[in-house]
């Protein structure tokens, strides 16, 4: 039935995430996946489904000459109407029922008691909040009751930050802010313009983020961000739980220590989990465990708590409840011990192995030995220690089953999970296999999640295939000696594909480095492997450096020609996220050539193209490109349009040299046009850029300030003169500025 099928599909978390994206524009299922950290073809099943339920609506847009299907929100509002004998649901009624978007990480509260004090000391607190406490104290789930509609973030230990970011730039998105996730995307990585985004989303939003275990934090990064927020946050809220107090200083955080229950709520739970005791059975009980609440979970489930002494009173419990589980029971203790995260229940089953999987797991948590999160389940840190010493099953074959699970669906979570346990089963032919699939499939690992996945490979540094990998991280942050330094020690050791690719990008690194010898002969050498392989990716490698190669000598012809192969084949592969780039470039020649209306061409279709990929970046990008293109046509009006549009978005994501080259050319253009108080307020725009960020370009708004007062009639030496000064150390700028503007006060 419809309403079931749609009810049933609105209580999806990741379709109310997919709508949520929505809500911003259109998009096609690539880069939503991407967002979202999800697998596209699972994204795709969705929204073919939400589009059957009429909630989003699908449509074909043809570009560079094939059919793609983006999606957008057909919808934006539904209402459900309880009528006599029917249910119905109107899309644009007057009433409508809220679907809080539920994190799936975040923990169901069942059975709670007391803690009335803390509860109220955490609703009204304000900035950042430290619960702290021993683990199994209760810590999770005091946080989870007081915050229900909260973020929630449970530390993993692997390069932190950057996942985090990620994902509250999706839950600040969801709450109707799309900063964060903007700036991500357009490879933003900028560590105080992260703090800021992050603050700013978290206090227009109200939002509150619970931060989980942040004792098992490794990651400098997050720290500075409390520390950072601490004392700034105003509406905003950042909880966090954690086994150790950190020192996060004293303004803007509420420490709290939690301890034991209180008698009465010990007692309340006891009775609550339906067991009776005597006065004096309670005693003894919560002489014991002093209200500590796992333990109390686990002597209700035990039996004989009486003779036992404090000290092991975990490990003679926990060995009490196991002695009556059953062979199934055991071994699923032991397969969950081994793992640090949460395991999806798909996994649990595909790990387990056999069908009963559910009804073990399910009387595992009814006796409080394993902990549910949504579609996740876990063994508390306090169990894990205990059943990984029991070792009923085999290690390394359960991490290279679950490596094989996790890239029957990859995305970049599980592809780096995969990676960690792929080396923790001290798998070396696996790592080749990833380290291939990253090349071909997540290039964007090595920066979205660059912290994480260098840690990950230094684990097996003197493997080739790593150091390769290594090199692009150094790379990509620009450290390019570092990079070239591995990729050197690297080269012999590697074969096929992988030397390919490192010769490719021996080439790229030679020119950054201007060594234009080194650069050919490296050039020379991927062009033999590729030959040698007939590998299409080889082959797109190859052409990519030629044309930039080619580019750079002046060879502008060559550089056509070799561009045009790199678009014959990222259309083979299907590469949406390449074809615009390489159309970018094809316009970049023939602008530098002086063919302008050719270069609009490309750079028109690499803006339609990105558009429909919802690939905002290169879509601004292509913007730019085409203001460029019509001031040299002397299109100023057009030339005002798509500067405006690209300034916009750069000044938003925070890409200030971006923004300033596109005001740039919006304040030569408005020059042009006589519209001068517009050429000033630009002018000073970016002089105000240059000022906090020191990107040169913004220096020359003195010059346009002077060219400004030359067009009134007046005097603009004065600007002039400090255009000069502070340009001193960019002459070139300094020097194409002057043409420009010596062409329209010529004119004049
Ligand atoms: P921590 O986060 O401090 O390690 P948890 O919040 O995971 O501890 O709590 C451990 C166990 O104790 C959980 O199974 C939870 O259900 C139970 N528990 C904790 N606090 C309470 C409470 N106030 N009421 C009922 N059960 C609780």
């Avoid at 449509?59 to 209402?79: A, D, F, Q, T």
């Avoid at 000022?691 to 220096?699: E, F």
């Amino acid at each position: 039935m419809r309403i079931n099928a749609l009810l049933k599909a609105l209580s999806s978390e990741v379709n109310l995430q997919i709508l949520s994206v929505l809500r911003s524009g259109s998009f096609h299922p690539r880069e939503l996946a991407r967002i979202l950290q999800r697998d596209e073809s699972d994204i795709s099943r969705r929204l073919k489904n939400l589009e059957r339920l009429g909630i989003v609506e699908g449509r074909w847009v043809r570009v560079g000459g094939k059919n793609v299907r983006i999606y957008s929100l057909k919808v934006g509002e539904l209402s459900i109407a309880f009528e006599p004998g029917e249910v119905r649901i109107k899309t644009n009624g007057e009433t409508s029922y809220k679907f809080p978007t539920r994190w799936e990480k975040r923990p169901d509260v069942d059975l709670f008691v007391g803690r009335e004090e803390e509860l109220k000391i955490l609703r009204n607190s304000k900035g950042v909040v430290v619960v702290y406490g021993i683990a199994g104290i209760g810590k999770t789930t005091l946080v989870a009751r007081a915050f229900p509609e909260a973020y929630w973030y449970p530390m993993t230990g692997m390069g932190d930050f950057d996942y985090l970011v990620w994902q509250l730039g999706l839950f600040l998105n969801s709450l109707g802010w799309t900063n964060l996730i903007d700036y991500l995307r357009s490879s933003g990585r900028e560590e105080n313009e992260i703090l800021e985004l992050v603050l700013e989303g978290l206090d227009i939003t109200k939002g509150t983020v619970v931060i989980e275990d942040l004792h098992k934090c490794e990651d400098e990064r997050v720290l500075r961000m409390l520390s950072y927020l601490a004392p700034r946050l105003r509406a905003g809220r950042v909880v966090v739980t954690t086994r150790v107090r950190p020192n996060l200083g004293m303004e803007g955080v509420t420490y709290l220590h939690l301890k034991g229950l209180e008698p009465e709520e010990a007692y309340q739970l006891v009775r609550l989990k339906g067991r009776e005791f005597s006065p004096e059975e309670f005693a003894e009980l919560y002489k014991l465990t002093l209200g500590h609440p796992l333990a109390i979970n686990l002597v209700i489930e035990s039996r004989g708590f009486r003779e036992i002494g404090r000290e092991s009173l975990f490990d003679f419990l926990f060995n009490e409840v196991y002695q009556q589980l059953g062979e199934g029971e055991k071994r699923m203790l032991s397969l969950l011990s081994l793992f640090d995260e949460p395991l999806e229940y798909d996994a649990v089953r595909f790990l387990y192995g056999s069908k009963n999987a559910f009804p073990v797991l399910y009387s595992l948590m009814r006796r409080g030995l394993v902990e549910r999160r949504g579609e996740y389940c876990f063994l508390h840190e306090m169990m894990k220690s205990f059943a990984r010493q029991l070792g009923e099953i085999d290690k390394r074959d359960t991490y290279l089953r679950y490596v094989e699970y996790l890239l029957k669906r990859p995305t970049p979570r599980s592809f780096l999970l995969a990676f960690k346990y792929a080396v923790k089963a001290g798998a070396r032919d696996r790592v080749r296999n990833l380290v291939l699939l990253r090349i071909r499939k997540f290039r964007r690992i090595v920066t979205d999640f660059s912290r994480a996945y260098l840690q990950l490979l230094s684990e097996v540094a003197d493997d080739p295939h790593a150091k390769l990998e290594m090199g692009m991280v150094y790379f990509q942050n620009g450290l390019f000696e570092k990079a070239k330094k591995l990729w050197l020690e690297a080269e012999p050791e590697l074969e096929g594909v992988f030397k390919a690719e490192v010769e490719a990008l021996m080439a790229d690194i030679s020119m950054e480095l201007t060594d234009f010898e080194g650069a050919r002969e490296y050039l020379e050498k991927t062009r033999k492997l590729a030959e040698e392989l007939n590998d299409t990716y080889v082959w797109l490698s190859y052409y990519m450096e030629r044309t930039k190669y080619n580019y750079y000598r002046g060879d502008l012809e060559g550089a056509l020609e070799s561009v045009f192969k790199e678009l014959e084949l990222v259309r083979k592969l299907e590469d949406i996220e390449e074809e615009p780039l390489v159309l970018l470039h094809a316009g970049d020649i023939y602008a530098e050539m002086g063919h302008y209306r050719k270069a609009i061409l490309y750079y028109e279709e690499a803006m339609r193209l990105s558009r429909v990929y919802g690939i905002r970046f290169l879509e601004h990008t292509s913007y730019m490109e085409l203001a460029k293109a019509h001031h040299g046509l002397e299109n100023h009006e057009k030339a005002v349009e798509y500067a405006t549009k690209a300034a916009e978005y750069f000044l938003k994501v925070r890409n200030y040299r971006r923004a300033v080259d596109a005001i740039a050319y919006r304040c030569v253009s408005y020059l042009s046009l006589g519209k001068l108080d517009k050429a000033e307020a630009d002018a000073r725009e970016i002089i105000r850029i240059a000022q906090t960020t020191g990107y040169p370009l913004g220096w020359a708004g003195y010059l346009f300030l002077g060219a400004v007062e030359k067009l009134r009639g007046r005097d603009g030496d004065e600007y002039f003169e400090m255009g000069k000064e502070k340009l001193k150390d960019h002459e070139w700028i300094y020097e194409a500025v002057l043409w420009e503007l010596g062409k329209i006060l010529d004119a004049s």
